[in-house]
């Protein structure tokens, strides 16, 4: 039996254009590393997370429609998803430290690699499908109402 190779492809090459071409993250190789894939955090944005908090996040997003992108770092148990780059807003940070949790902003952003090396670190657990994101403002909403639940 025959398998399909993934839709994202099976090279860090692939994988970055698909990233670019379907889902509208301007991803990129960095010169430094040629097995590694960032998207530039002044394009987009994500916000981090305890895995556990992550998976209420998830449920709680996807009760209103797509959660979005979702990546795990498992060495660290942490999850990021992936949103818009919406303006900034001093207030969105409040309260997030307490839920150990955090905004990534104005840094590269790594996204997973089918390299053996990085795919261990960096898997999807939501994977980019289009070019949805969700608001920055949801997932934060959504972090706050899940983090004052436990």
């Known amino acids: 039996m025959r398998t399909e190779p993934p839709p994202w492809g099976t090279t860090a090459q692939q994988r970055c254009d698909y990233y670019r071409r379907v889902c509208g993250i301007p991803a990129f190789i960095p010169e430094w590393c040629a097995q590694q894939i960032l998207a530039p955090g002044t394009e987009i944005s994500a916000i981090t997370m305890p895995h556990t908090l992550g998976l209420s996040v998830a449920a709680d997003l996807a009760s209103t429609g797509h959660p979005g992108p979702i990546s795990c770092y498992p060495p660290a148990r942490r999850w990021m998803f992936l949103t818009e780059p919406d303006l ?50 949801a997932v934060i909403s959504a972090l706050r109402r899940c983090a004052a639940q436990r």
Do not use: K, M, Y
């Open 88 to 137: 900034p807003d001093d207030r969105q940070t409040v309260g997030l430290a307490e839920a150990n949790a955090g905004i990534v902003v104005d840094t590269d952003i790594p996204l997973p690699s089918p390299s053996a090396r990085h795919a261990a670190a960096r898997i999807w657990i939501v994977p980019p499908i289009s070019t949805d994101l969700p608001s920055r403002n």
